[in-house]
């Protein structure tokens, strides 16, 4: 099988935005709206279990405040949140605060010299990806990537596959001739119900995270030690285009 794209997530994958990007404007957006809640990097890594900015909002709830999961306009609130949320993380994006992952800049350059379709496949808000995109990659970037799919674009967010299903059939491409770059136990599930070999570069909050299925899992791109011990052989160069065409090639 000969590789024909490459499909990332975002969070934790493109850029460590996790602990100081959305966990930070969610608790600005907290303070805007007048909520007496704080998440702080303890809380926020096990809301992390929860995929989906609104539905970790709802997980939050019914966790630590019950009682207002009964307000009769309970949809629109948590959306009324996410959404003032996201306007503070994109400020930090716009600010600069949130730079790309090691090696994530030069395998996209790569991956574009050799003609390789880059997709992107995340449960973030379109709005957030392509701020990202255009504030450290440059304005134009959003126009590299053949397909994103991204924010409530699908029903079941990781670990369902669905994302994945929804960008493979808009590359019109099969899985096996795909690999997936996740960050996190969820995100693996998912790349991997939908068919995808995946290589994991591992975050801040998932070095806990099972990753069992994955072919690699690395501290980042750049890396030449597979932390699993599989495949470390190959990655004398870290990961670049010639090691995922063997990937790909391989059983």
């Known amino acids: 099988m000969t590789l024909s794209a490459i499909l990332f997530d975002v969070d934790g994958t493109l850029a460590d935005t996790e602990r100081d990007g959305h966990r930070l404007a969610f608790n600005q957006a907290f303070k805007e709206l007048q909520l007496d809640w704080e998440w702080d990097v303890a809380l926020y890594g096990e809301l992390l279990q929860t995929t989906g900015g609104k539905e970790r909002i709802r997980h939050f709830l019914g966790a630590y405040a019950p009682h207002l999961l009964d307000r009769h306009d309970l949809d629109e609130w948590i959306a009324?949140?996410?959404?003032?949320?996201?306007?503070?993380f994109v400020a930090l994006l716009e600010a600069g605060k949130i730079p790309l992952r090691q090696g994530i800049e030069r395998l996209i350059q790569q991956l574009r010299s050799e003609n390789i379709k880059i997709a992107i496949a995340t449960t973030t808000t379109l709005a957030n990806v392509t701020?990202?995109?255009?504030?450290?990659?440059?304005?134009?970037?959003?126009?590299?990537?053949?397909?994103?799919?991204?924010?409530?674009?699908?029903?079941?967010?990781k670990p369902a596959p669905d994302i994945y299903h929804w960008v493979l059939n808009q590359l019109d491409l099969p899985a096996e001739a795909c690999i997936a770059i996740e960050d996190s136990e969820n995100g693996l599930r998912a790349a991997l119900a939908a068919g995808l070999k995946t290589v994991i570069t591992v975050s801040e909050y998932t070095r806990s995270h099972d990753f069992s299925g994955a072919i690699m899992t690395l501290a980042d791109l750049d890396s030449t030690t597979d932390l699993q011990h599989k495949n470390s052989d190959r990655l004398e160069k870290g990961v670049d285009v010639e090691l995922l065409r063997n990937l790909v090639a391989a059983d």
């Open 80 to 88: 009324t949140i996410h959404q003032v949320k996201t306007k503070y």
């Open 131 to 157: 701020t990202l995109l255009k504030c450290t990659l440059g304005e134009d970037a959003v126009e590299w990537f053949d397909v994103i799919g991204a924010g409530d674009i699908v029903p079941q967010k």
